[in-house]
């Protein structure tokens, strides 16, 4: 397992190289000057130049991008343009926050999702069943955005319950939790529900029920515990999507986290956060996709006993 792990961390290394070039080929493909966002309009023509040259802006883009990333293997991951702090330091300040959102959002989506999914599988070909799969479509279907809106204008606008954007205390929190949750939890009940109806057909269900084995036992014992693999991998793999691609409700919601930062610092052309925050989020949804395949080893001894013997 600990061999796995290390060559899971080994192979991060020309992701992130590869990720932080075609982050910082597409900034510079942009249109725009970071010095004309930085100066003010009555800046000079001496002025302009002089900043683009201490900011190396007029040197070849590999040079550019080689002497970046020997900052990062250095530990410095660069300045932002615009607010001059250090780009290490403001995502690890926004992290939290991301952290927060994305998971009560989680634990939204699973204590939705995984008793639905249950509940139309076990009803299978029923108006239940029918009735699950529509509210399931219905969230896939349905735009983030949107449902922020909405959310927003019924419970903001309209009940004075929540507030409709910022931070501060947990009430802040419901409103872009419950966004990305809903959304979340209409992926999760489908995975849910395909994953009970493969595992109940199952010869070992049938001998459990033969033996007088309780419903709820057969269901949650057995039956959950053996379709828990994909029901881990949407989980997994929708953390890390929340985690890092969660721009919309945070942008709705004006909650400081990642993705508003990293919206914000492209809109200013700010290549360094843009690049230093992607290249981190990539980093950390590697780990949460690491985090998930370790999840695998406990949730079935037969994959320990695979990664022991890749090991």
Same mark, same amino acid.
């Given at each position: 397992m600990i061999r796995y792990i290390l060559k899971r961390l080994l192979l991060m290394i020309p992701t992130i190289l590869l990720t932080s070039l075609l982050i910082f080929w597409a900034m510079d493909l942009t249109g725009g000057d970071p010095v004309q966002t930085i100066l003010p309009e009555?800046?000079?023509?001496? !002025?302009?130049e002089a900043l683009r040259e201490s900011m190396g802006l007029n040197r070849p883009f590999f040079i550019r991008y080689f002497d970046y990333m020997l900052g990062i293997?250095?530990?410095? @991951? =660069?300045? #932002?343009?615009?607010?001059?702090l250090d780009v290490f330091d403001t995502f690890m300040h926004r992290l939290p926050m991301t952290l927060a959102l994305g998971g009560t959002a989680l634990l939204i989506s699973v204590i939705i999702s995984i008793p639905l999914g249950i509940w139309t599988a076990l009803n299978q070909n029923t108006w239940k069943d029918t009735l699950g799969m529509v509210l399931a479509l219905f969230g896939v279907s349905m735009p983030n955005f949107w449902l922020g809106l909405m959310l927003m204008l019924l419970f903001s606008l309209q009940l004075h319950w929540l507030?409709?954007?910022? #931070?501060? =205390?947990? !009430?802040?929190?419901?409103?872009? %939790? @419950?966004?990305?949750?809903?959304?979340?939890?209409?992926?999760?009940?489908?995975?849910?529900?395909?994953? @009970?109806l493969d595992v109940i057909r199952q010869d070992y $269900?049938?001998? %459990?029920k033969a033996k007088g084995a309780s419903h709820h036992r057969v269901i949650y014992t057995h039956a959950l515990r053996n379709a @828990? $693999?994909? $029901?881990?991998? %949407?989980?997994? +793999? !929708?953390? #890390?999507?929340? +985690?890092? =691609?969660s721009a919309l409700a945070e942008t709705v919601f004006s909650w400081p986290g990642i993705g508003l930062l990293i919206v914000n610092?492209?809109?200013?052309?700010d290549t360094p956060m843009v690049t230093g925050s992607i290249i981190l989020c990539c980093i950390l949804m %590697?780990? $949460?996709?690491?985090?998930?395949?370790i999840i695998y080893a406990y949730c079935d001894p037969r994959i320990k006993a695979q990664y022991s013997s890749k090991g």
């Open positions: 009555n800046a000079t023509v001496e !002025q302009q293997v250095t530990g410095d @991951m =660069g300045t #932002s343009y615009v607010t001059k507030p409709s954007g910022g #931070s501060g =205390g947990i !009430q802040y929190l419901v409103l872009p %939790a @419950m966004t990305v949750g809903l959304g979340l939890a209409a992926l999760i009940t489908r995975t849910t529900r395909s994953a @009970m $269900i049938t001998t %459990a @828990m $693999i994909p $029901i881990v991998t %949407a989980v997994g +793999m !929708q953390f #890390s999507l929340v +985690m890092t =691609g610092s492209i809109s200013k052309r %590697a780990l $949460i996709n690491l985090l998930t395949d």
